[in-house]
């Protein structure tokens, strides 16, 4: 599984990311947002093709799992490898930043 264009019906619940195996790319933002919106054609060229997990989050105000991560800005895009944080990425203008914290991932 890779990048997903849609953000999930149902955030996921923090313990069950907590408790995750394998890799995985959480990405907070709103569809309204015009960062997230410039973002996602290279977030998408960098995650089409990984092997690991993409879940899009919307976020916004009363969101427990976007402030249980304390994200602040959107997009934010946080890399953890079995439910542990390695890398975190906000407001990416270019794919490498984001191929460098996809590379944290297999470190």
């Known amino acids: 599984m890779s990048y997903h264009e849609s953000f999930v019906a149902r955030e996921p619940e923090r313990r069950d990311i907590d408790a995750g195996e394998g890799n995985l790319v959480l990405e907070f933002g ?3 947002c ?3 919106q ?3 054609p290279l ?3 960098v995650l089409e093709l990984a092997d690991t997990d993409h879940i899009r989050v919307e976020d916004g105000p009363g969101r427990r799992l976007g402030r249980s991560f ?3 800005l959107w997009p934010t895009l946080i890399f953890l490898r079995d439910g542990v ?3 975190r990425v906000v407001r990416p203008t270019d794919t490498a930043v984001v191929r460098e ?3 944290r991932l297999y470190d």
């Open 30 to 32: 709103t569809p309204w």
């Open 34 to 36: 015009g960062h997230c």
């Open 38 to 40: 410039a973002a996602q």
């Open 43 to 45: 977030i998408r060229e």
């Open 70 to 72: 304390r994200v602040k």
């Open 85 to 87: 944080e390695v890398a």
């Open 101 to 103: 914290a996809l590379a």
